[in-house]
């Protein structure tokens, strides 16, 4: 029975996450910036933007459970937009929560999972981390740092018998886009269709993941689509330009429709 700490949690991925880990008998804390009223798992409020709020956390989980053994960074925000189109506010914004939220929770945590020579950080990126398409700048700059953000950890903890995964899906049916910022209006109405028409769950990526984190995957791509993507951009790298570059000039041609 592992003891897990997700953020992000009453939502989305979140949700599925602890609802999975809690299925399986796991002890669960669920936290997020609104704490349902009513749960069968531990909830905290968590800001992953505030440092008092993660080392409140962390300080519950010692004197509750004298440790932790899964911690799952998931909390995140949608963003993007094309470049003259987003803002730098913009860019702070989902930079601080995406990035920074990831780097405040594994920076909390490290010390007590060295000390215990066991554990893992588990930090949601998406696919975006590793394929890049046009028009969304922001979140896929974001989600490559959390890539590479996790891979430094993997190696840097690997020591201490710590490991640390990426999970890198693809779209999925999820409420993300309800936290969509930004001016690019076409963008978030293309990316909200693509995400609605996702045949692929919350619940389908959350049992993908636990089963990478039980084999101790460092990278897990979830679903078919972001392994079919990424494999294209690592055997024929200039067929997934030429891809990249078409979604490029259907979006030139949308803007060009609109405005006509």
């Known amino acids: ?25 796991d002890r669960v804390l669920a936290t997020d910036l609104h704490v349902p009223g009513d749960s069968d798992v531990t909830w905290r409020t968590l ?32 963003g993007g937009g094309r470049i003259e189109l987003t803002t ?24 007590m999972l060295k000390a215990q020579g ?21 979140y896929n700059a974001v989600k490559a740092a959390v890539v590479a ?7 840097e903890l690997a020591p201490y018998g710590v490991g640390c995964t990426a999970v890198c899906p ?41 089963e990478a984190i039980d084999r101790g995957d460092d990278l897990v791509l979830p679903d078919e689509p972001a392994r079919a993507a990424y494999a294209l951009k690592l055997a024929d790298r200039k067929a997934y330009d030429e891809q990249m570059r078409g979604i490029a000039r259907r979006m030139s041609e949308r803007m060009k429709e609109r405005t006509s």
């Open 170 to 210: 693809s779209y999925f049916r999820t409420n993300l886009m309800a936290s969509m910022r930004g001016s690019d209006t076409d963008l978030a109405e293309h990316i909200g269709k693509l995400v609605e028409s996702s045949p692929i769950t919350a619940d389908d990526i959350a049992g993908a993941v636990l």
């Open 118 to 138: 066991s554990g893992r950080i588990v930090n949601t990126a998406s696919l975006a981390g590793l394929v890049h398409p046009p028009g969304m700048g922001s």
């Open 47 to 78: 800001d992953v933007t505030s440092e008092d709020d993660w080392a409140a956390a962390r300080d519950w989980v010692a004197q509750q459970w004298g440790g932790l053994d899964v911690l799952v960074n998931n909390a995140g925000v949608a």
């Open 149 to 155: 953000f996790s891979e430094t950890t993997a190696h």
């Open 1 to 25: 029975m592992n003891r897990v700490l997700v953020t992000g949690a009453a939502s989305g991925l979140g949700a599925a996450l602890v609802r999975r880990f809690a299925e399986r008998g």
């Open 88 to 111: 730098l506010e913009d860019w702070r914004w989902i930079f601080e929560i995406n990035l920074f939220g990831v780097v405040r929770g594994t920076r909390a945590f490290t010390p």
